[in-house]
């Protein structure tokens, strides 16, 4: 039995397959789908221009249970987000979220909400020229925890339960909790980062937004630590290690 699958999908990741084909890896509404692109790099090919990362394309595959890797027969260009492609920094983040779900998401667990936010995340830095770049990647990773189950934990201290009002704040990646400064007594035994106070507000602040806007207060000097340790928590919590390659372009 063969079932014909017409979906839209963003395209996450592309190898040479063989002399004449690739590989591509597809995050649709379905979830991550790795499919053979036969012919994709003839000169001819229909596909040339339209599987490459980034593109949100309209993709039709056939799936047939007796195989392992299923045969992309039609795509489509949709989107190919040009004004994020002009800028290095948007570009860079785009492609680390793109990394992150390849790294981290198995194939057959379907994510359609978190689809149409990628989507429309992606809408927004496209035309977006005030908000700095990196703070997607923020809401993407602070989104991500949240779908994958160990949200951050962030607007009450775990100890006191009180909203912090005193700073620096601990974070642990391990739990995903913040204990606030009053209650704080890290010791060099346990795994917590230090957020200033404004870090801590924009985290905040960016959780409660439904997408990144200018309106978040200035952006913290160490820009680095705030992405190492939204990582870190991701990376504990999967046993994934994520050292993403986008990242040295930031
Ligand atoms: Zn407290």
Known sequence: MSQVIKSPALVVHTRRWSESSKIVELFTPHGLVRLIAKGALRAKSPFRGVLEV????????HVRETRGLQILTQATLLNSFQ??????EKTAVAFA?????QKLL???????????????????????????????????????SDELGFALQLERCSVCHQVPQEFPVWFRPDTGAVV??????????????????????????????EYPAPSVPE????????????????????DIPLELNALKWL
């Open 180 to 209: 606030c400064g009053k209650c704080a007594s890290p010791t060099e035994s346990t795994p917590y980062v230090e957020l200033a106070a404004s870090e801590y507000r924009l985290l905040t602040q960016l959780q409660r937004m």
């Open 83 to 88: 004004d994020i492609r002009g800028d290095l």
């Open 219 to 238: 952006l913290p000097h160490q820009m680095h630590r705030i992405t190492g340790f939204l990582l870190k928590h991701l990376a504990h919590h999967t």
């Open 54 to 61: 980034l593109n949100e394309i309209e993709a039709v595959w």
């Open 97 to 101: 979220m793109l990394e992150t779900l």
């Open 106 to 144: 198995r194939s057959g667990e379907a994510f359609p909400a978190f689809y149409a936010y990628l989507v429309q995340l992606f809408e927004k830095l496209n035309k977006d020229a005030q908000t700095p770049p990196v703070l997607y990647l923020w809401h993407f990773l602070i989104r991500f």
